[in-house]
Every structure is written in structure tokens, then in C-alpha cells.
């Protein structure tokens, strides 16, 4: 079966300018997770979707980061006015069902280069 | 700082011996542990995932240990190939449950295993 997409798969943005990252969870899992990689290090918890709700979303870093899943499914990760920090690889995991101890399955990953 | 936290960043073996990865929490409520392989340009993949009522979990190739005296977790990889070339990672979750959900997983920085031919 298909595992978790995302796109695009680079993007480069001129600082200041609004991108939007796109998630494909596996088919009916329930738990949605995005996470920031910088380079060199451990992925990073941004946010947490239980269906079409966002339960935690304690580790966005600033207000200019917004993430939505209206529909349950697909989930966009928005930057607003992107800053040359926010230059990272954002990955997107699932999980089929609620709690903690459910294996996350990762995307590729969406890797931006703000300039 | 780091709940979790790996001993070496990069570690070098040869082909067909076994490798050890190493990683100490420090998390004491910390009660699920999981091992990602990261491969340049993939995302993380599971490996294997070890809950804290127990000790040992094997699977194909691969053994995790958890000692929670010490709050140290391991990886152990037997008769190592080429394909296992990458950055394992391991990470935890505590569930703290707010809101009845999952929170995210709390990674290291990870350990470079390097294989020798």
C-alpha cells in the first residue's frame, strides 16, 4: 500500500515570501504529526492532529506557522513570511490510530531553502 | 536540554560484524521508546519500538535493549550489511495525553553508522 506522501518534495522560497507544504497520510490512519529537521540534527515535533482536530500544537515555533487537516485526511503546513531559519526539512508522520504508542510512519520530507 | 540523547555520532564497523548504538534518556517518566533508520534524502523508517514493562524486544536482525535502572536504550544490529549505512535515531514518548491525544516523539541527534567492506 501506499505510505505517506508529501510536496513538494524542494522548495525554495525568497525570505518573506508564504509557502504551503502538502501531507498525504496513509489511508485511513487517524493521527497526523508534522516535525522540522534541520540539518544534522533530530527531527523536531511541530504539531498533532487527532481526525480533523489539532490537539498540540506546541511546537510551532512562531505565529507565522499554521497547520490544517479540514477534511481528516490531506493536512498543509503553511509558513507565513518565511525566514532563512525556517530553512529545515518538514516531515510529515502518521499513525493509524490515537495514542502514543502507535508507530508513526514518515513521508520523505519537504525540503525548503529560504534565500 | 535533550530528554534523549546518543553517545557517539558516528560509528564504524565492518561488514558482517554486529553494531551497537547507544542512547540515554533522561526522562524518567519516558515509557516508550522507538528506533528510526535514516537513510540521505528518505524519510525516518521504523525499525523497532520497545515498551517500558519490558526489557528486550528482537526482531529481524535487530535487538533493543532498555534498561530503565541506568535510562539507557540500545540497538544492536546483527552481521551488519551494506544496506544498513545510515543515521538510526532513537526517540521516545511520554503520552502526556493532553487533550486524549498523541503528543510527538522526542528524537536525539542521532548516530552515523558507517559500514567498512
Known amino acids: 500500500g501506499a505510505g505517506v506522501s508529501q510536496s513538494p518534495r524542494y522548495k525554495v522560497a525568497k525570505r518573506g515570501q508564504d509557502v504551503a507544504l502538502r501531507c498525504d497520510p496513509i489511508s485511513g490512519h487517524v493521527s497526523l504529526f508534522w516535525y522540522q529537521q534541520a540539518l544534522g540534527q533530530g527531527p523536531e515535533f511541530l504539531t498533532y492532529?487527532?481526525?480533523?482536530?489539532?490537539?498540540?500544537k506546541s511546537g510551532l515555533p512562531s505565529d507565522r506557522f499554521f497547520a490544517e487537516r479540514p477534511e481528516g485526511s490531506v493536512s498543509t503546513l503553511k509558513i507565513q513570511r518565511t525566514q532563512q531559519e525556517d530553512s529545515a526539512v518538514y516531515l510529515c508522520?502518521?499513525?493509524?490510530?490515537?495514542?502514543?504508542?502507535?508507530?508513526?510512519?514518515f513521508g520523505p520530507g519537504t525540503r525548503l531553502l529560504v534565500l | 536540554g535533550e530528554s534523549v540523547g546518543l553517545h557517539l555520532p558516528t560509528l564504524s564497523v565492518q561488514e558482517g560484524d554486529n553494531s551497537i548504538i547507544n542512547c540515554a534518556y533522561s526522562?524518567?517518566?519516558?515509557?516508550?521508546f522507538i528506533w528510526y533508520k535514516q537513510e540521505s534524502g528518505k524519510g525516518p523508517q521504523f525499525i523497532i519500538d520497545?515498551?517500558?514493562?519490558?526489557d528486550k524486544r528482537q526482531g529481524q536482525r535487530v535487538t533493543v535493549l532498555l534498561n530503565k535502572t541506568v535510562k539507557h536504550l540500545s540497538l544492536q544490529i546483527a552481521a551488519t550489511q551494506p544496506g544498513d549505512s545510515a543515521v538510526y535515531f532513537c526517540?521516545?514518548?511520554?503520552?502526556?495525553?493532553?487533550?486524549?491525544?498523541?503528543?510527538?516523539?522526542?528524537f536525539g541527534k542521532g548516530t552515523h553508522l558507517i559500514i567498512q567492506p
Open positions: 508522520a502518521s499513525s493509524l490510530q490515537e495514542g502514543y504508542q502507535e508507530t508513526q510512519y
Open positions: 526517540a521516545e514518548n511520554i503520552g502526556t495525553a493532553a487533550g486524549g491525544g498523541a503528543d510527538g516523539l522526542t
Open positions: 526522562n524518567s517518566a519516558s515509557d516508550y
Open positions: 492532529f487527532q481526525n480533523e482536530a489539532q490537539l498540540d
Open positions: 520497545i515498551r517500558s514493562n519490558m
